[in-house]
């Protein structure tokens, strides 16, 4: 059964540093993965999904990179901005999406 | 622009009572899916319909069905809500093959049960 996990669970950083995300997931066999955020109280807003086939995906200040083999998924963020600040979710895709249960960012001005 | 709606922000209702939550996509998705979210455990898929009147369980559907008459219209039933079922719920919806495609997702609905 696929098990996705979010590793840190929060995460503190002052405005204009780079960072990293991660999301691990067991099974290797995945279709696709997506990177989803949300704001308190919201919905989720996709940001990026990669498909299998595919290393990584980019838009604007984020990039998203796939590792099939090695079970992981970073989401990169350059230059954050406080408007960064929200939970950041991923999902790996297979017969049905599996949740991780978000890192929640907070950047700091 | 994609857009996934849902009939109410927020919703109270007491025990016993028979609850509706109302999702429509106007992107002529073929998928749509009800999730519940909370706290320390995520998103946890209910059920979804691949076709009109079409439904397949997730892995919470106790409590639960689903109605799915227009291909636009994905409707969430509590039968007779509990206090458990206080609870974040997420509408989405995709095109084409269930795994393969980006999913889009209504605002939420918050649901408390007195």
């Known amino acids: 059964k696929q098990e996705v996990t979010q590793i840190p669970a929060a995460l503190s950083v002052p405005e204009g540093e780079n960072l990293v995300l991660n999301c691990s997931f067991t099974d290797s066999a995945i279709y696709n993965l997506q990177w989803f955020r949300q704001d308190p109280g919201k919905g989720l807003t996709s940001l990026l999904l990669?498909?299998?086939?595919?290393r990584e995906q980019t838009s604007g200040r984020l990039n998203a990179s796939l590792d099939k083999s090695s079970g992981r998924s970073t989401l990169y963020i350059a230059a954050s901005q406080p408007g960064d600040s929200a939970t950041y979710l991923c999902?790996?895709?297979?017969?049905?999406?599996?949740f991780g249960t978000g890192t929640r960012l907070k950047v700091l001005a | 622009d994609v857009k996934v709606t849902q009939s109410s922000r927020y919703l109270v209702k007491r025990t016993g009572e028979k609850v509706f939550l109302e999702c429509v996509q106007d992107m002529d998705h073929e998928n749509m899916f009800w999730y519940r979210q909370d706290p320390g455990l995520g998103l946890r898929l209910i059920y979804f319909s691949y076709d009109v009147k079409m439904k397949e369980k997730g892995d919470i559907p106790e409590g639960y069905s689903v109605s799915r008459e227009k291909k636009e219209r994905f409707s969430l039933i509590l039968e007779s809500a509990s206090t458990n079922q206080t609870s974040m719920y997420l509408c989405?919806?995709?095109?084409?093959?269930?795994?393969?495609?980006?999913?889009?997702f209504g605002p939420g609905t918050r649901l408390t049960v007195l």
């Open positions: 999902a790996s895709g297979t017969y049905k999406y599996i």
């Open positions: 990669i498909q299998s086939s595919q």
């Open positions: 989405a919806s995709t095109t084409g093959t269930v795994s393969y495609n980006e999913q889009f």
